[in-house]
């Protein structure tokens, strides 16, 4: 199936651990994100890369940190987890840098205990 | 940068009546206007999208309208069925620029 995976669904973990996102598409776009939604659903920008080139990054803590091996695969790390991170966190695909529609992967739902 | 802004926030309507999204954006330079629909335990799926050299768009039973005079635009789904229920976001972007700003959702209800 041609689609935006990511992995883990579902991340249960205590404050202050370090924890991995990882998210790949098969779509052949050479532009990925993250986004966090929060409790509230709205959806936030927070990277995106273009062919391995970051292009976005907005105001997160620098605890995040997203890695681009690929023009295919976007991962997200982040360390000394909060209570605030607990979030759903989606990744997403396009092709080209202007005014094109988004992929979305299902998500990553985050809680942080 | 673009802020939009969408209501209402939450709309429950009659199976088989229609349903009406409004957004409003507020920076004229914007272009683009993607409308997605977001399941439950799923990410936002694109379900149709306008560019400003078009004022209105149809698939099905969906249809988006642009007035690029008022800076607004309108999600329109017509003969609503339970399937329909789910949250739909607006978004907006302009040129030179793949940077989405989403409005902050509608959660739509279809009563059977």
């Known amino acids: 199936d041609t689609a935006v995976s990511q992995t883990p669904k579902y991340l249960v973990t205590q404050m202050g651990n370090d924890k991995s996102i990882k998210c790949e598409q098969n779509?052949?776009?050479?532009?990925m994100y993250w986004y966090k939604q929060d409790s509230k659903k709205f959806l936030k920008i927070m990277f995106s890369?273009?062919?391995?080139?970051?292009?976005i990054n907005e105001t997160v803590p620098n605890r995040f940190s997203p890695k681009s091996p690929d023009k295919a695969h976007l991962n997200l790390h982040i360390n000394s987890l909060e209570l605030g991170d607990s979030a759903v966190y989606f990744c997403a695909s396009s092709q080209g840098r202007e005014s094109s529609p988004l992929h979305f992967g299902n998500g990553t739902r985050l809680t942080v205990t | 940068g673009e802020n939009v802004e969408q209501h209402p926030s939450t709309l429950s309507v009659q199976e088989g009546d229609s349903a009406v999204i409004k957004c409003t954006y507020s920076d004229s330079a914007s272009n683009y206007f993607p409308w997605y629909k977001q399941e439950l335990g799923k990410g936002p799926q694109l379900i149709i999208d306008?560019?400003?050299?078009?004022g209105e768009k149809k698939d099905q039973r969906i249809a988006v309208t642009l007035n690029k005079t008022a800076k607004h635009f309108s999600l329109h789904i017509t003969e609503t069925q339970p399937e329909d229920s789910a949250v739909y976001f607006c978004?907006?972007?302009?040129?030179?620029?793949?940077?989405?700003?989403f409005g902050k959702g509608n959660q739509v209800v279809v009563i059977p």
């Open positions: 779509l052949g776009h050479d532009t």
């Open positions: 978004a907006a972007s302009s040129v030179g620029n793949n940077r989405l700003a």
């Open positions: 890369y273009n062919n391995k080139e970051l292009i």
């Open positions: 306008i560019r400003s050299n078009v």
